[in-house]
C-alpha cells in the first residue's frame, strides 16, 4: 500500500487533489502497475458529518501517514491531516484532521475516525479545532495512535484510540501542554517500553524549546489518561528532533529501545542526525550513541526511519534509516544492525538511489519494513521517493553460515619420511578440509570457491613456507579449488602436503587455512520463481573479520612437556697462534689468523632454533667456521 497525498482521486472526481491510497501487487503484476483502493467515501462535497460537521476533503492529503495492525489480518491505518470541518464556515475553517481504517480485505467500508471533532466547538485554536490529526499514525493490536501537532494552538497531542472499549485517551500533564507551537505529535509510535507486557506511546515534539523533545507516555485505563514517564531533549537549535521516532527491539531483551531523529541536525547543512535509546527498564532510556551516515551536505539524514525485522537471521532487529535529500535530493537509506548492547554505530549498507534508478528523487523519504513480501522467509523493505512518483521494493537476500573444519594431525615426525615426493623421501601429513552450510529458507545448491594455504602464517611474513602441496605434477603453496554443496550436508575433500627437507623453524606451529567465497546459487529446474527469482545467498560476517577458517599443527618434539626444557651448557677456548701458546696475550703483528673453539652440551630435552652471538672488537674480521 502506497500512500499519494496529492493526487486526484478517480473514486471522488469532484474533490481537488484529496490524495489516495494505492495497491500494488508483488506477484502476478508485470507492468509493475498500482490502483487506487476504494474506501468509499463518495463523490459528493460538502456532506455532513455530525451535528455541527460540514467535510471539506479539498486538498486533504489523504494517504500523508499509513500504518498497519502487527497482527494477522490485521487492518490499515490511512489518514489525511488536512480535511476540514467548513461547518463555521463564514467564522472558521477547522482542520480537524481525518482518518480511516481499512478492513483487512481492502474493500470499500471502512471505519471512519475524526478524533479531534467536538460538538459545538469553533474555535479555531480552542484546544483541538486545528489539530490536524493523522500527520503521523501508528498501530498497535488494539490501538490506534494519531498525532495531533496543531491542538491548544499549534502545542498538539497525541489522539489515542483504544479500539477494546472505544474510547480516547487524554493527556492532561499541564507540563507537556502548557507552552505553544511545539507541535507535539509531529510523530507518534508505541512499544514497551515500561515492561514487555504494556504498550507505551511516544509523541515528538520538534519544535519545544527550539530544540525539540520527545515525550513517552503510559497508558492509565483507570483514568483514561496519557500520563508521562520519559522525555528525551535536543541539543541543537532547529534540528527538529523528534520530528522521525522508531521503537525497536535492538537488543532482543523484550523491552523496546528508541531513535529519534534530528534531519536539520547541521555542522555545516543539515546533515541531520539520530540518537538511540536503549531502555534500561522500567521506562528508563540511557542514550547510547548519535547516528550521522555518511553526513552528507543537506542530507536530511533521519527524516524517516523503520524498523526491519530481523533482515540478518542474527536474532537482533534491524533498522533503515532514510537521507532523501542526499546527492542532490536523490537520496539514500542506511541499515543499521541490532546486537546485544543495542545497534552497531557503523552502517552496514548505503543504498543509494542513484545506483538503484538515476530518475529517483527524495528516495528513502519514506520507509516500511517487517514484511516478507516475496516469502523467502525473510522480512523485505519498501522505500519511498514520491518526487519521482515511485516506490522501490528491495528484497532481503538469504543469510548462511558456513562450518568449516580443517583437520591435521596433533604433530609431524620428521626423523622419518613416510612419503615420496618423486623418488625423494620425504615426511608429510594428511590434511582434510569439511565444509558445510546452514541458514534460513536456502532453496537448490550452493557453489563454495574455497584457497587452502599452507605454513599461511610464514607466507604472511613474508618467509618460505615450510610444507607444501603437489597438484599437477607441480608445488604449490596453495590448492584452489570449488565446491556444490546442499543443504546441512557436509563435504570433505582429503589433501597431502609435504615438509621441504632442511627445515630451521621447528618451534613455530604449522597454519592451515581455508579462505572461501560464494560461487552460483543453482535452482533445481522447474522451481524458479519468474516474476521473483530467488536471491542468491550471502555470507554471514561482520565488518573486520577475516571470511577464512584455521587449524594448526606443530613438528614432533624430544620433549617431556610441550615447551621443551633445555639445559644447555657453553664452554670456550682461545687458541692464540703464537709461540707456545700459552701466551694471554696477543702481540698484533706477530700472527694473522686466532682459533677459537666451542663445546655446547644439551642434558636436558631436546633444543630446537639454537643460536650463538659472538661479540668481538673491530680490530677482527671473521673468516669462517666448521664443525667437527
Known amino acids: 500500500l502506497v500512500g499519494a497525498p496529492k493526487a486526484e482521486s478517480k473514486y471522488s472526481t469532484s474533490v481537488q487533489s484529496p490524495g489516495a491510497v494505492f495497491k500494488c501487487r508483488v506477484h502476478t503484476n508485470p507492468d509493475r502497475r498500482c490502483t487506487e483502493l476504494d474506501m468509499g467515501r463518495g463523490n459528493s462535497r460538502g456532506m455532513l458529518c455530525g451535528k455541527t460537521c460540514k467535510e471539506d476533503r479539498d486538498d486533504e492529503w489523504m494517504g500523508v501517514s499509513l500504518a498497519r495492525q502487527p497482527k494477522a489480518g490485521g487492518s490499515v491505518l490511512a489518514c489525511a491531516h488536512r480535511w476540514k470541518n467548513i461547518y463555521y464556515e463564514t467564522e472558521y475553517i477547522l482542520p480537524h484532521g481525518f482518518c480511516n481504517i481499512i ?282 521517493a514520491f518526487l519521482s512518483d515511485n516506490v522501490v521494493l528491495l528484497r532481503s537476500r538469504p543469510v548462511i553460515t558456513m562450518d568449516i573444519a580443517i583437520f591435521l594431525p596433533i604433530s609431524i615426525n620428521i626423523t622419518a619420511p613416510q612419503c615420496h615426493d618423486g623418488l625423494q623421501p620425504v615426511n608429510c601429513l594428511n590434511v582434510t578440509a569439511c565444509f558445510r552450510f546452514s541458514g534460513k529458507h536456502v532453496p537448490g545448491e550452493i557453489g563454495l570457491n574455497y584457497n587452502l594455504t599452507a605454513d599461511v602464517a610464514k607466507k604472511e611474513k613474508s618467509q618460505q613456507p615450510r610444507v607444501y602441496f603437489v597438484t599437477s605434477g607441480e608445488t604449490a603453496g596453495q590448492i584452489t579449488e570449488k565446491l556444490q554443496l546442499s543443504y546441512m550436508q557436509e563435504k570433505c575433500e582429503h589433501y597431502l602436503a609435504y615438509v621441504k627437507k632442511r627445515v630451521e623453524d621447528v618451534i613455530s606451529p604449522i597454519v592451515f587455512e581455508a579462505s572461501y567465497s560464494l560461487g552460483e546459487h543453482v535452482i533445481e529446474r522447474g522451481k524458479e520463481d519468474k516474476e521473483l527469482p530467488a536471491l542468491k545467498p550471502v555470507l554471514r560476517w561482520k565488518k573486520g573479520q577475516k571470511i577464512a577458517q584455521r587449524n594448526q599443527t606443530i613438528f614432533e618434539r624430544n620433549c617431556q612437556s610441550d615447551d621443551c626444557a633445555a639445559d644447555l651448557k657453553l664452554q670456550g677456548k682461545l687458541l692464540l697462534s703464537s709461540v707456545g701458546d700459552r701466551s694471554a696475550y696477543l702481540a698484533l703483528g706477530a700472527v694473522r689468523n686466532i682459533s677459537l673453539n666451542i663445546f655446547i652440551s644439551n642434558i636436558g630435552d631436546d633444543a630446537y632454533d639454537t643460536n650463538v652471538f659472538f661479540n668481538f672488537s673491530g680490530e677482527l674480521f671473521f673468516i669462517k667456521m666448521w664443525q667437527k
Open 103 to 384: 478492513p483487512p480485505d481492502l474493500q470499500s467500508k471502512g471505519r471512519k475516525l475524526l478524533p479531534c471533532y467536538e460538538e459545538y466547538k469553533k474555535k479555531y485554536g480552542e484546544e483541538h479545532g486545528s489539530c490536524q490529526a493523522g500527520i503521523a499514525g501508528f498501530f498497535t493490536e488494539e490501538l490506534v495512535i494519531m498525532g495531533a501537532p496543531g491542538s491548544y494552538y499549534w502545542t498538539g497531542t497525541v489522539k489515542v484510540l483504544n479500539l477494546t472499549d472505544n474510547t480516547y485517551y487524554k493527556l492532561n500533564d499541564d507540563a507537556v501542554i502548557a507552552r505553544r507551537y511545539t507541535y507535539l505529535g509531529y510523530a507518534v509510535t508505541a512499544g514497551h517500553f515500561s515492561q514487555p507486557t504494556t504498550t507505551d506511546i511516544v509523541g515528538g515534539a520538534p519544535q519545544d524549546g527550539g530544540i525539540g523533545k520527545v515525550y513517552i507516555f503510559r497508558t492509565d485505563r483507570q483514568s483514561g489518561c496519557l500520563i508521562k514517564i520519559f522525555q528525551a531533549s535536543g541539543k541543537k537549535m532547529g534540528s527538529y528532533f523528534g520530528s522521525s521516532l522508531c521503537a525497536v527491539d535492538l537488543n532482543s531483551d523484550g523491552l523496546s529501545d528508541l531513535l529519534v531523529g534530528a534531519p536539520m541536525f547541521s555542522e555545516i547543512r543539515d546533515e541531520g542526525q539520530v540518537t538511540v535509546y536503549i531502555n534500561r527498564g522500567n521506562g528508563v532510556l540511557e542514550e547510547q550513541l548519535t547516528l550521522d551516515g555518511d553526513s552528507a551536505y543537506n542530507a536530511h539524514f533521519g527524516e524517516s526511519m523503520a524498523a526491519l525485522g530481523d533482515i540478518d537471521d542474527d536474532g537482533f532487529p534491524d533498522v533503515a534509516i532514510g537521507a532523501p535529500k542526499e546527492d542532490n535530493y536523490i537520496g539514500a537509506v542506511y541499515i543499521y544492525h541490532g546486537d546485544a548492547n543495542g545497534i552497531i554505530p557503523q552502517y552496514s549498507m548505503k543504498l543509494s538511489g542513484q545506483t538503484i534508478n538515476p530518475k529517483l528523487h527524495m528516495f528513502g523519504q519514506s520507509i516500511s519494513g517487517g514484511v516478507d513480501m516475496d516469502s523467502n522467509g525473510y522480512p523485505d523493505m519498501t522505500v519511498g
